[in-house]
């Protein structure tokens, strides 16, 4: 067995929790959670989505998106839009959402941009890559 520090859930987890810790700091100052971000920044990319691809897109579990959810249509950032299946709940952003997507994109891209300066372009694209073929790696044997 590979060392604690070596473990490949570890390492992601604290690469995970240092890159996101500036964009938490941004978020907190404009009342949202990276969760609700994630959200946010989905639905104002595009057209209207239902929950279910919602929750694959932003990797969150169903019921924590429908807290989420809940939360953001409380607050007015995103609204429920008619569907034809009834099954299916479908959602979009609304204006006070848009303005919340532009108060946080700038900041964000200027934090992306830091990450990638100090970690390099090249290395960030490449790690992108590698890090996709393993999930698609993973999926493919159904682990």
Known sequence: M???ERALPIALLR??????????RELEKIGLTVQQWRVIRALAEGEPMSASALAELCVLMPPSLSRILKTLTERGLIERVPDDDGRRR??????AGCAKYRAMAGEAAAIYAQIEDAFGVEKMEQLLDLLTELRLSVEARGL
């Open 2 to 4: 590979k060392s604690y």
């Open 15 to 24: 690469a995970r929790e240092v890159t996101l810790r500036p964009f938490r």
């Open 90 to 95: 479908m959602v979009r952003i609304t204006p």
